[in-house]
């Protein structure tokens, strides 16, 4: 069943961990979603001892996107979307501290790599709006709770979404260059024998109720 939901302090108030007992009982098992809740407290789904509770890992393969700072530093980010009519080796100015889900707010970004926290809209809409306000490309910067875990989206324009330690580098870049940083992004295609993997996907993360005796997710799969 690849349905999620929220975390409940009582198996009787989630009803799929009580449908799967009615099953079990019928010598059926039940394999269930882990939900997409995490990494906070008390968000994983369908944790009964009698559910088989799958959640999302990651595979080998990435849709690489590697951003390459004017410092030389290259840092492997994801996106689907692979222009081949992108230059990559032409070096354009960065812009941060704009505010990524406003196209009225985006004065100034033509031509320019514009640094993205997630957050507030989805990361093709901000792409659109960034887009739309003529920015040349994006990079998406993790939070900390999303860590290791990139996404592959099919963006409208030249993107890259960064983990959130490789994020800290560029932030770091850009606050001790200024004004004068650049960077461009390479794309690469699908590539093979990626690490950290498999991994557990960072919205998996979350804990159960700690009044359970019991771990999971029971076993990851790649999403």
């Not at 890992?57 to 996106?79: C, F, P, Q, W, Y």
């Not at 970004?109 to 997630?118: D, F, P, Q, T």
Request: a positive charge; proline letters at 6%; aromatic letters at 6%.
């Amino acid at each position: 069943m690849s349905l999620g939901g929220d975390s409940t302090p009582r198996f009787n108030d989630d009803p799929i961990v009580h449908g799967s007992l009615s099953a079990l009982r019928r010598g059926i098992s039940a394999v269930a979603s882990a939900g997409n809740n995490g990494p906070d407290h008390l968000t994983l789904s369908h944790d009964a001892p009698w559910v088989l509770t799958v959640g999302a890992s990651s595979t080998d393969r990435r849709i690489r996107a590697t951003v390459k700072l004017g410092n030389g530093m290259e840092l492997d980010g994801e996106s689907a979307y692979q222009p081949t009519s992108f230059d990559s080796s032409v070096m354009l100015p960065i812009v941060y501290g704009l505010f990524c889900n406003d196209s009225s707010k985006m004065n100034q970004i033509s031509g320019k790599i514009v640094l993205c926290e997630l957050g507030d809209i989805k990361n093709i809409e901000k792409g659109k709006l960034i887009l739309q306000a003529q920015g040349a490309a994006m990079i998406l910067m993790n939070p900390v709770p999303r860590g290791y875990t990139t996404s592959s989206d099919a963006h409208v324009l030249p993107a890259s979404s960064l983990s959130y330690y490789d994020s800290i580098k560029v932030i770091r870049y850009y606050t001790t260059v200024g004004a004068s940083a650049t960077a461009t992004i390479v794309f690469k295609g699908t590539v093979f024998n990626s690490r950290p993997s498999p991994a557990v996907a960072s919205f998996l993360q979350g804990t159960r109720n700690q009044k359970r005796r019991h771990s999971r997710p029971t076993s990851s799969h790649p999403a």
